[in-house]
């Protein structure tokens, strides 16, 4: 008898597998806050172009260029 089975179906019975096993981070908590912030749309377009050129969500670039600008105490240039 021959399976006819796609790799797709494979692959996520594989990560159902592993998922079930997956604990959560103890201190993903103390890391990160969840926040509720207003951003218009272009700069929502800017970074979500951004992500799909890095791979990297566009929260978290968000995040990272935010860290950046306090990292290096960055003030706004107003015109």
Request: net charge positive; aromatic share 10%.
């Amino acid at each position: 008898m021959h399976c006819n089975v796609n790799t797709t179906t494979v692959c996520h019975a594989i990560e159902l597998r592993f998922f079930k096993k997956a604990r959560r981070n103890p201190y993903a908590a103390k890391l990160k806050r969840r926040v509720t912030i207003r951003l218009d749309k272009a700069t929502i377009r800017y970074f979500k172009h951004l992500s799909g050129q890095t791979g990297i969500a566009y929260q978290t670039l968000i995040n990272l260029y935010l860290r950046d600008c306090a990292v290096g105490q960055r003030k706004l240039k107003w015109a």
